[in-house]
Protein backbone atom coordinates (compact mmCIF):
# COMPACT_ATOMS: atom_id res chain seq x y z
CA UNK A 1 0.00 0.00 0.00
CA UNK A 2 2.83 2.60 1.19
CA UNK A 3 0.38 5.49 1.35
CA UNK A 4 0.75 8.04 3.65
CA UNK A 5 -1.55 9.99 5.70
CA UNK A 6 -1.61 12.34 8.40
CA UNK A 7 -2.92 10.84 11.76
CA UNK A 8 -3.45 11.59 15.36
CA UNK A 9 -1.81 9.18 17.81
CA UNK A 10 -4.88 7.18 18.66
CA UNK A 11 -5.90 6.74 14.75
CA UNK A 12 -2.25 5.34 14.18
CA UNK A 13 -2.86 2.94 17.31
CA UNK A 14 -5.91 1.52 15.78
CA UNK A 15 -4.02 1.11 12.20
CA UNK A 16 -1.02 -0.52 14.25
CA UNK A 17 -3.31 -3.10 15.59
CA UNK A 18 -5.08 -3.66 12.23
CA UNK A 19 -2.10 -4.19 10.11
CA UNK A 20 -0.96 -6.47 13.16
CA UNK A 21 -3.94 -8.87 12.47
CA UNK A 22 -5.32 -8.16 16.00
CA UNK A 23 -8.73 -10.15 15.53
CA UNK A 24 -10.11 -9.28 18.60
CA UNK A 25 -10.33 -5.33 20.83
CA UNK A 26 -12.68 -4.87 23.96
CA UNK A 27 -11.95 -1.61 25.88
CA UNK A 28 -14.27 0.70 27.88
CA UNK A 29 -13.71 4.98 26.65
CA UNK A 30 -11.68 6.98 28.53
CA UNK A 31 -9.97 10.41 27.60
CA UNK A 32 -7.39 10.32 26.18
CA UNK A 33 -7.77 6.71 24.63
CA UNK A 34 -11.30 6.50 23.49
CA UNK A 35 -10.58 7.11 19.88
CA UNK A 36 -8.31 3.92 19.30
CA UNK A 37 -11.32 1.99 19.35
CA UNK A 38 -13.64 3.97 17.49
CA UNK A 39 -10.97 4.06 14.91
CA UNK A 40 -10.62 0.15 15.33
CA UNK A 41 -14.38 0.07 14.55
CA UNK A 42 -13.77 0.67 10.96
CA UNK A 43 -11.73 -2.06 10.15
CA UNK A 44 -14.55 -5.37 9.67
CA UNK A 45 -11.22 -7.55 9.71
CA UNK A 46 -11.09 -6.88 13.61
CA UNK A 47 -13.97 -7.44 16.08
CA UNK A 48 -14.62 -4.70 18.24
CA UNK A 49 -16.35 -3.95 21.70
CA UNK A 50 -17.05 -1.37 24.32
CA UNK A 51 -16.97 -3.53 27.47
CA UNK A 52 -18.76 -2.47 31.02
CA UNK A 53 -15.33 -1.83 32.38
CA UNK A 54 -11.36 -2.42 32.12
CA UNK A 55 -11.53 -5.47 34.03
CA UNK A 56 -13.91 -7.32 31.97
CA UNK A 57 -12.00 -5.70 28.47
CA UNK A 58 -8.67 -7.49 29.61
CA UNK A 59 -10.29 -10.59 30.38
CA UNK A 60 -12.13 -10.75 26.98
CA UNK A 61 -8.93 -10.06 25.74
CA UNK A 62 -7.05 -12.52 27.87
CA UNK A 63 -9.40 -15.21 26.63
CA UNK A 64 -9.09 -14.23 22.90
CA UNK A 65 -4.61 -14.54 23.57
CA UNK A 66 -4.92 -17.95 25.49
CA UNK A 67 -7.35 -19.24 22.31
CA UNK A 68 -4.46 -18.58 20.07
CA UNK A 69 -5.52 -15.49 18.55
CA UNK A 70 -3.78 -11.72 18.40
CA UNK A 71 -6.12 -9.30 21.08
CA UNK A 72 -6.10 -6.02 22.47
CA UNK A 73 -7.21 -4.09 25.56
CA UNK A 74 -7.49 -0.10 25.96
CA UNK A 75 -8.26 2.15 28.32
CA UNK A 76 -6.90 5.22 30.09
CA UNK A 77 -4.19 4.73 33.22
CA UNK A 78 -6.85 4.82 35.65
CA UNK A 79 -8.74 2.24 34.01
CA UNK A 80 -5.58 0.36 34.74
CA UNK A 81 -6.22 0.21 38.29
CA UNK A 82 -9.87 -1.77 37.60
CA UNK A 83 -7.78 -3.97 35.36
CA UNK A 84 -5.09 -5.03 37.55
CA UNK A 85 -6.57 -7.66 39.04
CA UNK A 86 -5.97 -9.36 36.21
CA UNK A 87 -3.31 -7.72 34.62
CA UNK A 88 -0.88 -9.44 37.48
CA UNK A 89 -2.22 -12.73 36.49
CA UNK A 90 -1.97 -12.36 33.04
CA UNK A 91 2.25 -12.01 33.53
CA UNK A 92 1.86 -15.25 35.20
CA UNK A 93 -0.22 -16.94 32.15
CA UNK A 94 1.67 -15.24 29.41
CA UNK A 95 0.17 -15.73 25.74
CA UNK A 96 -1.03 -17.73 23.40
CA UNK A 97 -1.66 -15.39 20.59
CA UNK A 98 -0.14 -11.91 20.66
CA UNK A 99 -1.75 -9.67 23.42
CA UNK A 100 -1.23 -6.26 23.39
CA UNK A 101 -2.61 -3.48 26.56
CA UNK A 102 -2.92 -0.20 25.37
CA UNK A 103 -3.04 2.33 28.40
CA UNK A 104 -2.97 6.23 28.18
CA UNK A 105 -1.95 8.20 30.81
CA UNK A 106 -2.87 11.99 31.76
CA UNK A 107 -0.14 14.34 32.28
CA UNK A 108 -1.52 17.78 33.60
CA UNK A 109 -5.07 15.75 34.36
CA UNK A 110 -6.71 17.33 31.35
CA UNK A 111 -9.62 14.97 31.92
CA UNK A 112 -8.92 12.68 34.69
CA UNK A 113 -8.83 12.78 38.84
CA UNK A 114 -4.74 11.76 39.57
CA UNK A 115 -1.61 11.23 37.31
CA UNK A 116 -0.36 8.05 38.09
CA UNK A 117 2.30 6.12 35.93
CA UNK A 118 2.08 3.30 34.17
CA UNK A 119 5.21 2.17 34.02
CA UNK A 120 5.13 2.13 37.82
CA UNK A 121 2.25 -0.75 37.57
CA UNK A 122 4.16 -2.48 34.72
CA UNK A 123 7.54 -2.49 37.10
CA UNK A 124 5.47 -4.20 39.58
CA UNK A 125 3.66 -6.61 37.56
CA UNK A 126 6.51 -7.27 35.77
CA UNK A 127 5.17 -6.26 32.17
CA UNK A 128 7.47 -4.75 29.29
CA UNK A 129 6.21 -1.73 28.02
CA UNK A 130 6.46 0.22 24.68
CA UNK A 131 6.28 3.80 24.56
CA UNK A 132 6.11 5.64 21.29
CA UNK A 133 7.01 9.79 20.53
CA UNK A 134 4.91 10.53 17.77
CA UNK A 135 1.79 8.56 14.99
CA UNK A 136 4.81 6.92 12.84
CA UNK A 137 6.03 5.35 16.25
CA UNK A 138 2.94 4.80 17.33
CA UNK A 139 1.52 2.46 14.67
CA UNK A 140 4.95 0.76 14.48
CA UNK A 141 5.81 0.28 17.83
CA UNK A 142 2.18 -1.48 18.47
CA UNK A 143 2.86 -4.27 15.68
CA UNK A 144 6.88 -4.41 17.14
CA UNK A 145 4.80 -5.36 20.43
CA UNK A 146 2.88 -8.50 19.34
CA UNK A 147 6.40 -9.52 18.29
CA UNK A 148 7.52 -9.05 21.88
CA UNK A 149 4.50 -10.74 23.22
CA UNK A 150 4.78 -13.95 21.34
CA UNK A 151 8.49 -14.18 20.95
CA UNK A 152 9.16 -13.44 25.18
CA UNK A 153 5.28 -15.42 26.25
CA UNK A 154 4.17 -12.09 27.60
CA UNK A 155 1.40 -9.48 27.35
CA UNK A 156 3.05 -6.02 26.43
CA UNK A 157 1.71 -2.83 27.65
CA UNK A 158 2.14 0.29 25.00
CA UNK A 159 1.78 3.38 27.34
CA UNK A 160 1.04 6.70 25.76
CA UNK A 161 -0.15 9.96 26.97
CA UNK A 162 -2.50 12.86 25.98
CA UNK A 163 -0.42 14.48 24.10
CA UNK A 164 0.91 11.78 21.56
CA UNK A 165 -2.70 10.45 21.70
CA UNK A 166 -4.38 13.86 20.65
CA UNK A 167 -1.28 14.76 18.15
CA UNK A 168 -0.93 14.59 14.45
CA UNK A 169 1.97 13.57 12.28
CA UNK A 170 2.79 11.23 8.99
CA UNK A 171 2.11 7.79 8.90
CA UNK A 172 2.81 5.12 6.20
CA UNK A 173 0.17 2.52 5.76
CA UNK A 174 1.11 -0.76 4.94
CA UNK A 175 -1.34 -4.28 4.81
CA UNK A 176 -3.02 -6.11 7.39
CA UNK A 177 -0.76 -9.05 7.99
CA UNK A 178 -3.12 -12.02 8.42
CA UNK A 179 -1.35 -14.14 11.46
CA UNK A 180 -2.31 -17.78 11.90
CA UNK A 181 -4.19 -18.34 15.18
CA UNK A 182 -1.97 -20.45 17.55
CA UNK A 183 -3.27 -23.99 18.26
CA UNK A 184 -4.46 -23.91 21.65
CA UNK A 185 -3.03 -26.82 23.99
CA UNK A 186 -4.15 -27.47 27.65
CA UNK A 187 -1.62 -26.78 29.76
CA UNK A 188 -2.99 -26.26 33.60
CA UNK A 189 0.73 -25.44 34.97
CA UNK A 190 0.81 -22.24 32.64
CA UNK A 191 -3.03 -20.92 32.06
CA UNK A 192 -4.30 -22.72 35.77
CA UNK A 193 -3.26 -20.06 38.21
CA UNK A 194 -3.47 -21.82 42.01
CA UNK A 195 -0.74 -21.67 43.88
CA UNK A 196 1.24 -24.29 42.27
CA UNK A 197 1.40 -23.57 39.27
CA UNK A 198 2.12 -20.19 40.03
CA UNK A 199 5.12 -20.55 42.13
CA UNK A 200 6.53 -22.17 38.77
CA UNK A 201 5.45 -19.04 36.35
CA UNK A 202 6.37 -16.65 38.85
CA UNK A 203 10.47 -18.00 38.03
CA UNK A 204 9.27 -17.62 34.57
CA UNK A 205 7.88 -14.35 34.55
CA UNK A 206 11.73 -13.73 36.31
CA UNK A 207 13.87 -15.30 33.11
CA UNK A 208 11.62 -13.67 30.61
CA UNK A 209 12.50 -10.33 32.20
CA UNK A 210 16.03 -10.88 32.37
CA UNK A 211 16.40 -11.76 28.64
CA UNK A 212 14.49 -8.63 27.60
CA UNK A 213 16.42 -6.78 29.97
CA UNK A 214 19.74 -7.95 28.48
CA UNK A 215 17.99 -7.91 24.51
CA UNK A 216 16.49 -4.28 24.91
CA UNK A 217 20.30 -2.89 24.38
CA UNK A 218 20.35 -4.14 20.99
CA UNK A 219 16.76 -3.13 20.44
CA UNK A 220 16.35 -0.42 17.59
CA UNK A 221 13.57 1.14 19.26
CA UNK A 222 15.97 1.44 21.57
CA UNK A 223 18.44 4.33 19.50
CA UNK A 224 21.25 6.11 20.54
CA UNK A 225 21.74 9.63 19.17
CA UNK A 226 25.75 10.84 19.55
CA UNK A 227 26.42 14.60 18.86
CA UNK A 228 27.55 16.96 21.31
CA UNK A 229 29.21 14.88 24.51
CA UNK A 230 28.87 18.18 26.75
CA UNK A 231 25.61 17.37 27.25
CA UNK A 232 22.96 14.05 27.03
CA UNK A 233 19.73 13.03 27.84
CA UNK A 234 18.08 10.08 28.73
CA UNK A 235 14.19 10.56 27.42
CA UNK A 236 11.02 8.54 26.09
CA UNK A 237 7.79 9.39 24.31
CA UNK A 238 6.65 12.61 23.50
CA UNK A 239 9.60 13.91 25.67
CA UNK A 240 11.58 12.94 23.68
CA UNK A 241 10.59 15.55 20.75
CA UNK A 242 10.80 18.39 23.52
CA UNK A 243 14.20 17.71 23.15
CA UNK A 244 15.17 17.64 20.25
CA UNK A 245 13.32 20.85 19.44
CA UNK A 246 15.33 22.68 22.35
CA UNK A 247 18.67 20.68 22.42
CA UNK A 248 19.00 19.40 18.50
CA UNK A 249 22.80 19.02 19.37
CA UNK A 250 22.61 17.46 22.51
CA UNK A 251 23.21 13.71 22.49
CA UNK A 252 20.27 11.60 23.05
CA UNK A 253 19.42 7.92 24.30
CA UNK A 254 15.95 7.49 22.95
CA UNK A 255 14.10 4.66 24.68
CA UNK A 256 11.23 2.86 22.88
CA UNK A 257 11.27 0.42 25.49
CA UNK A 258 10.90 1.55 29.05
CA UNK A 259 10.79 -1.42 30.97
CA UNK A 260 12.68 -3.18 31.34
CA UNK A 261 15.26 -0.84 30.54
CA UNK A 262 18.99 -1.70 28.58
CA UNK A 263 21.19 -1.28 31.08
CA UNK A 264 24.30 -1.99 29.32
CA UNK A 265 23.46 0.81 26.51
CA UNK A 266 22.31 3.24 29.42
CA UNK A 267 25.98 2.83 30.94
CA UNK A 268 27.80 3.16 27.33
CA UNK A 269 25.72 6.20 26.63
CA UNK A 270 26.44 8.05 30.02
CA UNK A 271 30.30 7.37 29.55
CA UNK A 272 30.30 9.28 26.46
CA UNK A 273 28.68 12.87 28.10
CA UNK A 274 29.47 15.06 30.51
CA UNK A 275 26.28 15.76 32.08
CA UNK A 276 23.41 13.49 31.89
CA UNK A 277 20.10 14.40 31.42
CA UNK A 278 16.63 12.16 32.53
CA UNK A 279 13.84 14.19 30.86
CA UNK A 280 10.99 12.03 31.83
CA UNK A 281 7.18 13.15 32.63
CA UNK A 282 5.63 11.93 35.81
CA UNK A 283 7.63 9.62 38.13
CA UNK A 284 11.07 9.30 38.16
CA UNK A 285 11.11 5.73 36.66
CA UNK A 286 14.14 5.83 34.86
CA UNK A 287 15.87 8.17 36.80
CA UNK A 288 15.88 6.01 40.17
CA UNK A 289 17.10 3.18 38.19
CA UNK A 290 19.67 4.69 36.07
CA UNK A 291 20.58 5.99 39.79
CA UNK A 292 21.23 3.10 41.23
CA UNK A 293 23.66 1.61 38.32
CA UNK A 294 25.72 4.59 40.43
CA UNK A 295 25.27 6.87 37.15
CA UNK A 296 25.34 10.61 38.05
CA UNK A 297 22.45 12.31 36.65
CA UNK A 298 20.40 15.23 36.73
CA UNK A 299 16.46 14.40 37.23
CA UNK A 300 13.69 15.45 38.98
CA UNK A 301 15.84 18.10 41.20
CA UNK A 302 15.27 19.75 37.89
CA UNK A 303 12.24 18.81 36.50
CA UNK A 304 8.73 18.74 38.24
CA UNK A 305 6.71 15.39 38.67
CA UNK A 306 3.43 17.20 38.56
CA UNK A 307 1.89 18.27 35.16
CA UNK A 308 2.78 18.06 31.36
CA UNK A 309 6.09 18.63 30.11
CA UNK A 310 6.90 21.18 26.96
CA UNK A 311 9.33 22.63 25.75
CA UNK A 312 9.74 25.68 27.28
CA UNK A 313 9.73 24.10 30.02
CA UNK A 314 13.36 22.18 29.22
CA UNK A 315 14.67 26.12 28.10
CA UNK A 316 13.56 27.45 31.84
CA UNK A 317 15.56 24.91 33.42
CA UNK A 318 18.54 24.40 30.93
CA UNK A 319 18.94 28.76 30.11
CA UNK A 320 16.96 30.49 32.60
CA UNK A 321 13.75 32.81 31.91
CA UNK A 322 15.74 34.83 29.31
CA UNK A 323 16.43 31.40 27.08
CA UNK A 324 12.98 30.58 26.56
CA UNK A 325 11.82 31.63 23.00
CA UNK A 326 8.38 31.73 23.73
CA UNK A 327 6.83 32.55 26.78
CA UNK A 328 3.46 31.33 28.29
CA UNK A 329 0.48 34.13 27.41
CA UNK A 330 -2.49 34.48 30.38
CA UNK A 331 -5.23 33.89 28.74
CA UNK A 332 -8.81 34.12 30.82
CA UNK A 333 -10.49 31.09 32.10
CA UNK A 334 -12.86 28.84 30.52
CA UNK A 335 -14.75 27.25 34.00
CA UNK A 336 -15.67 23.83 32.85
CA UNK A 337 -19.38 23.87 33.18
CA UNK A 338 -22.51 21.93 32.15
CA UNK A 339 -24.17 22.21 28.87
CA UNK A 340 -27.17 23.92 28.06
CA UNK A 341 -29.94 21.52 28.28
CA UNK A 342 -28.26 19.34 30.63
CA UNK A 343 -30.34 16.97 32.37
CA UNK A 344 -27.76 16.63 35.26
CA UNK A 345 -28.23 20.67 35.95
CA UNK A 346 -31.92 19.83 36.92
CA UNK A 347 -31.12 16.96 38.91
CA UNK A 348 -28.42 19.33 40.86
CA UNK A 349 -30.87 22.34 41.14
CA UNK A 350 -33.09 20.36 43.08
CA UNK A 351 -30.46 18.67 45.06
CA UNK A 352 -29.38 22.55 45.69
CA UNK A 353 -32.39 23.72 46.68
CA UNK A 354 -33.29 20.75 49.14
CA UNK A 355 -29.77 21.31 50.62
CA UNK A 356 -28.94 17.59 50.12
CA UNK A 357 -25.13 16.47 49.50
CA UNK A 358 -24.33 14.03 46.40
CA UNK A 359 -21.40 11.57 46.47
CA UNK A 360 -20.50 12.08 43.56
CA UNK A 361 -18.88 9.63 40.73
CA UNK A 362 -16.74 10.12 37.68
CA UNK A 363 -18.49 11.80 34.71
CA UNK A 364 -19.87 15.05 33.77
CA UNK A 365 -21.69 15.24 36.69
CA UNK A 366 -18.48 15.98 38.38
CA UNK A 367 -18.89 19.42 37.51
CA UNK A 368 -22.50 19.50 40.14
CA UNK A 369 -18.99 20.35 42.84
CA UNK A 370 -18.87 23.95 41.46
CA UNK A 371 -20.69 27.47 42.26
CA UNK A 372 -23.42 28.01 41.57
CA UNK A 373 -24.88 24.17 41.90
CA UNK A 374 -22.10 22.99 44.31
CA UNK A 375 -24.01 19.61 45.63
CA UNK A 376 -20.99 17.14 44.44
CA UNK A 377 -19.37 16.52 47.31
CA UNK A 378 -17.17 13.44 46.88
CA UNK A 379 -15.47 12.13 43.93
CA UNK A 380 -12.75 9.46 43.84
CA UNK A 381 -13.75 6.69 41.25
CA UNK A 382 -15.92 5.06 39.34
CA UNK A 383 -18.30 3.63 41.08
CA UNK A 384 -17.36 4.91 44.58
CA UNK A 385 -20.07 7.59 45.39
CA UNK A 386 -22.07 4.43 45.88
CA UNK A 387 -19.79 2.80 47.71
CA UNK A 388 -19.17 5.63 49.86
CA UNK A 389 -22.95 6.45 50.83
CA UNK A 390 -23.30 3.32 52.23
CA UNK A 391 -20.00 3.59 54.67
CA UNK A 392 -21.01 6.94 55.81
CA UNK A 393 -24.71 5.04 56.90
CA UNK A 394 -22.65 2.06 58.51
CA UNK A 395 -20.11 4.60 60.17
CA UNK A 396 -22.64 7.48 61.35
CA UNK A 397 -26.36 5.87 60.81
CA UNK A 398 -29.27 6.16 59.03
CA UNK A 399 -30.47 9.81 60.50
CA UNK A 400 -26.65 11.31 59.19
CA UNK A 401 -27.63 10.31 55.64
CA UNK A 402 -31.08 12.07 55.51
CA UNK A 403 -29.13 15.09 53.57
CA UNK A 404 -27.48 12.82 51.32
CA UNK A 405 -28.14 10.95 48.12
CA UNK A 406 -25.23 8.94 45.49
CA UNK A 407 -25.62 9.91 42.17
CA UNK A 408 -24.22 8.26 39.45
CA UNK A 409 -24.20 7.77 35.37
CA UNK A 410 -26.18 5.06 33.46
CA UNK A 411 -22.92 4.17 31.83
CA UNK A 412 -20.62 4.53 35.26
CA UNK A 413 -23.80 2.16 37.37
CA UNK A 414 -23.30 0.05 34.78
CA UNK A 415 -18.90 0.16 34.72
CA UNK A 416 -18.93 -0.89 38.88
CA UNK A 417 -21.42 1.28 40.35
CA UNK A 418 -24.13 -2.16 40.33
CA UNK A 419 -21.85 -4.06 42.27
CA UNK A 420 -21.48 -1.79 45.12
CA UNK A 421 -25.49 -1.02 44.82
CA UNK A 422 -25.82 -5.46 45.23
CA UNK A 423 -23.49 -4.23 48.33
CA UNK A 424 -26.24 -1.35 49.84
CA UNK A 425 -28.95 -4.22 49.47
CA UNK A 426 -26.71 -7.00 51.01
CA UNK A 427 -25.74 -5.02 54.00
CA UNK A 428 -29.15 -3.80 54.44
CA UNK A 429 -28.65 0.07 53.81
CA UNK A 430 -31.10 2.64 53.26
CA UNK A 431 -29.99 5.15 51.55
CA UNK A 432 -31.43 7.26 48.05
CA UNK A 433 -29.11 6.11 44.57
CA UNK A 434 -29.59 8.97 41.72
CA UNK A 435 -28.53 7.32 38.58
CA UNK A 436 -28.63 10.19 36.02
CA UNK A 437 -29.49 8.07 32.73
CA UNK A 438 -28.44 10.36 29.81
CA UNK A 439 -28.60 7.37 27.45
CA UNK A 440 -24.67 7.66 26.69
CA UNK A 441 -21.26 7.39 28.35
CA UNK A 442 -21.36 11.43 27.55
CA UNK A 443 -17.69 12.95 29.67
CA UNK A 444 -15.79 10.90 27.06
CA UNK A 445 -17.79 11.85 23.44
CA UNK A 446 -20.94 10.07 24.11
CA UNK A 447 -20.26 6.43 23.50
CA UNK A 448 -22.40 3.41 23.33
CA UNK A 449 -22.76 1.22 26.15
CA UNK A 450 -24.59 -1.93 27.75
CA UNK A 451 -28.08 -0.01 28.30
CA UNK A 452 -28.13 2.28 24.33
CA UNK A 453 -29.06 -0.93 22.60
CA UNK A 454 -26.07 -0.25 20.10
CA UNK A 455 -22.87 -1.81 20.43
CA UNK A 456 -19.01 -0.39 19.60
CA UNK A 457 -19.62 -1.17 15.90
CA UNK A 458 -24.00 0.84 15.85
CA UNK A 459 -25.19 -2.44 16.15
CA UNK A 460 -28.56 -3.05 17.49
CA UNK A 461 -28.19 -5.22 20.72
CA UNK A 462 -30.37 -6.00 23.26
CA UNK A 463 -30.63 -2.69 26.18
CA UNK A 464 -30.16 -3.32 29.31
CA UNK A 465 -33.10 -2.11 31.54
CA UNK A 466 -31.86 -0.12 34.78
CA UNK A 467 -34.95 -0.37 36.38
CA UNK A 468 -35.43 -3.95 36.21
CA UNK A 469 -31.32 -4.64 36.91
CA UNK A 470 -32.41 -2.54 40.05
CA UNK A 471 -35.19 -4.34 41.29
CA UNK A 472 -33.24 -7.72 40.12
CA UNK A 473 -30.72 -6.92 42.20
CA UNK A 474 -33.25 -6.98 45.51
CA UNK A 475 -33.47 -2.51 45.91
CA UNK A 476 -36.98 -2.39 47.64
CA UNK A 477 -37.98 1.01 45.64
CA UNK A 478 -36.92 1.95 42.11
CA UNK A 479 -38.12 4.98 40.80
CA UNK A 480 -38.63 6.37 37.23
CA UNK A 481 -38.41 10.07 36.54
CA UNK A 482 -38.18 12.89 34.08
CA UNK A 483 -35.33 14.58 34.81
CA UNK A 484 -36.51 18.14 33.26
CA UNK A 485 -39.51 17.23 35.74
CA UNK A 486 -38.69 19.38 38.65
CA UNK A 487 -41.86 19.37 40.92
CA UNK A 488 -41.89 15.43 40.23
CA UNK A 489 -38.17 15.15 41.21
CA UNK A 490 -38.61 17.36 43.93
CA UNK A 491 -41.20 15.73 45.66
CA UNK A 492 -39.45 12.06 44.89
CA UNK A 493 -36.26 13.39 46.76
CA UNK A 494 -37.81 14.41 50.20
CA UNK A 495 -39.98 11.30 50.08
CA UNK A 496 -36.92 9.08 49.38
CA UNK A 497 -34.21 10.63 51.54
CA UNK A 498 -36.85 11.00 54.69
CA UNK A 499 -37.55 7.23 54.64
CA UNK A 500 -35.38 3.94 55.62
CA UNK A 501 -35.76 2.31 52.21
CA UNK A 502 -33.16 2.14 50.48
CA UNK A 503 -34.45 4.29 47.05
CA UNK A 504 -32.66 4.33 43.57
CA UNK A 505 -34.13 7.09 41.35
CA UNK A 506 -33.69 6.62 38.07
CA UNK A 507 -33.44 10.50 36.58
CA UNK A 508 -33.74 10.18 32.42
CA UNK A 509 -33.51 12.81 29.65
CA UNK A 510 -31.07 12.37 26.93
CA UNK A 511 -27.73 13.77 26.89
CA UNK A 512 -28.25 17.48 25.09
CA UNK A 513 -25.61 16.71 22.66
CA UNK A 514 -26.36 13.18 21.73
CA UNK A 515 -26.41 12.86 17.73
CA UNK A 516 -29.82 13.44 15.96
CA UNK A 517 -31.17 15.57 19.42
CA UNK A 518 -33.54 17.75 18.31
CA UNK A 519 -34.43 21.35 19.64
CA UNK A 520 -37.87 22.63 18.31
CA UNK A 521 -38.19 25.34 21.29
CA UNK A 522 -36.16 27.95 22.77
CA UNK A 523 -36.65 30.06 25.83
CA UNK A 524 -37.13 33.64 26.01
CA UNK A 525 -37.00 36.40 28.58
CA UNK A 526 -39.71 39.29 29.08
CA UNK A 527 -37.80 42.04 30.73
CA UNK A 528 -41.01 43.75 31.35
CA UNK A 529 -42.19 40.88 33.35
CA UNK A 530 -38.71 40.22 35.07
CA UNK A 531 -38.23 41.16 38.67
CA UNK A 532 -34.46 40.40 38.78
CA UNK A 533 -34.69 38.29 41.59
CA UNK A 534 -32.18 36.18 39.81
CA UNK A 535 -33.58 32.95 40.82
CA UNK A 536 -33.27 31.68 37.04
CA UNK A 537 -29.93 32.46 37.27
CA UNK A 538 -29.01 29.49 39.62
CA UNK A 539 -29.13 27.10 37.99
CA UNK A 540 -25.63 27.94 36.05
CA UNK A 541 -26.69 27.63 32.65
CA UNK A 542 -24.63 28.97 30.53
CA UNK A 543 -27.47 30.56 28.32
CA UNK A 544 -28.47 32.90 30.47
CA UNK A 545 -26.76 36.23 31.90
CA UNK A 546 -27.50 38.88 34.08
CA UNK A 547 -27.30 42.65 32.00
CA UNK A 548 -26.47 45.57 33.36
CA UNK A 549 -30.17 46.67 34.54
CA UNK A 550 -30.96 43.33 36.28
CA UNK A 551 -33.00 41.97 33.93
CA UNK A 552 -32.28 38.53 32.89
CA UNK A 553 -30.94 37.61 28.93
CA UNK A 554 -31.03 34.29 27.41
CA UNK A 555 -28.63 33.93 24.41
CA UNK A 556 -30.78 32.09 21.87
CA UNK A 557 -27.76 30.56 20.12
CA UNK A 558 -27.48 28.32 23.31
CA UNK A 559 -30.61 27.52 24.53
CA UNK A 560 -31.96 24.52 23.89
CA UNK A 561 -35.21 25.25 25.38
CA UNK A 562 -35.03 22.51 28.06
CA UNK A 563 -37.19 25.17 30.08
CA UNK A 564 -35.67 24.70 33.48
CA UNK A 565 -35.12 28.10 33.90
CA UNK A 566 -39.08 28.75 33.55
CA UNK A 567 -39.39 25.99 36.12
CA UNK A 568 -37.22 28.31 38.67
CA UNK A 569 -39.31 31.55 37.44
CA UNK A 570 -42.25 32.49 39.75
CA UNK A 571 -43.28 35.62 37.80
CA UNK A 572 -44.05 34.02 33.92
CA UNK A 573 -41.36 36.00 32.85
CA UNK A 574 -39.62 33.25 30.65
CA UNK A 575 -41.55 31.24 28.26
CA UNK A 576 -40.79 28.82 25.14
CA UNK A 577 -41.41 29.52 21.83
CA UNK A 578 -40.48 27.81 18.05
CA UNK A 579 -37.22 28.37 16.65
Known amino acids: MNETVIMLGNEAIARGAYEAGVKVSSAYPGTPSTEISENLAKYDAVYTEWAPNEKVALEVAIGASIAGARSLAC ?14 TFAYTGVGGGSVIVVADDPGLASSQNEQDTRMI ?27 SEKYDTPVILRTTTKLAHSQSAVTLCDRVEVADKVYERNVSKYVMMPASAIGRHLVVEDRENRLSEDASALAINRVEMADTKIGFITSGIAYQYVKEVCPDASVLKLGMVNPLPKKLIEEFAKKVDTLYIFEELEPVIEEQVRALGISVK ?59 ASGDIGCYTLGAVAPL ?40 LHTGVNSLIN ?5 STGTVIILDNRTTGMTGHQEHAATGKTLKGEDTYAIDLSVLCRSVGVPNVL ?9 LEKTVKESVSSDTLTVIIAKAPCALLKG ?19 CLKIGCPALTKQADGTVKIDETMCNGCGLCMSYCKFGAISKVGR
Open 75 to 88: MKHVGLNVASDPLY
Open 374 to 413: GVIDTTVCMGAGISMLHGMEKAMGKDYIKNWVAVIGDSTF
Open 480 to 488: VVDAFDVAT
Open 424 to 428: LVYNK
Open 122 to 148: ARSAHIPVLEPSDSKEAKEFVKLAYEI
Open 299 to 357: GKECFTKQGEYSANLLRRVLYGKDGATFERIDTPNRPPILCPGCPHRSVFSVLNKLKIH
Open 517 to 535: QKFPNVCVCDTEKCKKCGM
